[in-house]
């Protein structure tokens, strides 16, 4: 079974010329910190965001953390064919055993319908047009809870946040000139179904040194 080992250089040639696929983080931008960072700040969050981000991260954060944050962000495509608006607002207060918080997340998003056009005179190459009304969507969720957090040995900790979560969920068409208008428009203000859940965030935490790896359920 020699040619084993020597069979590896050739497995990751071949992998190598596989397409690669990447994804995004689905995370929100809660905290100042966090904006640029994406979810890897799972692993460093250690101060009051962490409630929000890992829940074990408080174990290795400063005796006292007070966070009071605000946060906004703005995407419009060239193509005017849909667009969205992210903000958050949270105020927390830690300690590396507790923790108490409240966010609120606001995602709220302008699509207009699309149709297929033959390419000619006056249709763009990508042969899509926007047509109709616009349908805008929002959700709007306040989560408030208490974090508590164990160490289970020397560098390794496990958190958890138990929250309550209320959700507010809207769709409807809108009359306007383009989906950008319709986020800046009155109906944008217009809320939807309403309810309220139990949940729960929880986090493992790994550190020694300048090496830290966390996950969050």
């Known amino acids: 079974m020699k ?14 010329l596989l397409p690669a696929m990447a994804f995004g ?12 960072m994406g ?8 101060d009051a965001t962490a409630i929000y981000w890992n829940p074990a991260g408080l174990a290795s954060g400063s005796f006292f953390s007070l966070v009071l944050d605000h946060g ?5 495509p060239d193509v005017p064919l849909g667009g969205t608006e ?5 105020i927390a207060l830690t300690t590396p055993a507790l923790g108490l918080g409240y966010y609120r997340l606001h995602t709220q998003s ?8 033959p390419v000619g005179d006056g249709v763009p190459d990508r042969n899509l047009s926007a047509a109709g009304d616009i349908r805008l969507e929002s959700l709007v969720t306040h989560h408030a809870g208490v974090t508590i957090v164990q160490s289970l040995t020397q560098g390794v900790a496990l958190g958890a946040t138990l929250k309550l979560v209320r959700g507010i969920a809207s769709s409807q068409l809108v009359t ?21 859940q ?20």
């Open 39 to 46: 979810g890897a700040f799972v692993g460093v969050a250690d």
């Open 86 to 90: 992210r903000s958050s607002f949270m």
């Open 110 to 117: 302008a699509k207009s319908p699309l149709v297929l056009l």
């Open 25 to 36: 983080q689905s995370f929100a931008a809660v905290g100042t910190r966090a904006a640029g």
């Open 176 to 196: 306007a000139e383009s989906p950008e208008a319709a986020l800046e428009g009155p109906d944008a203000e217009v809320l939807g179904r309403a309810s309220n």
């Open 198 to 217: 139990f949940d729960a965030d929880v986090g493992i935490m790994a550190y020694g040194g300048p090496l830290r790896v966390g996950l969050t359920v």
């Open 72 to 76: 906004s962000a703005k995407a419009t």
């Open 3 to 16: 040619w084993i080992p020597a069979s590896f250089p050739v497995v990751f040639a071949i992998l190598g």
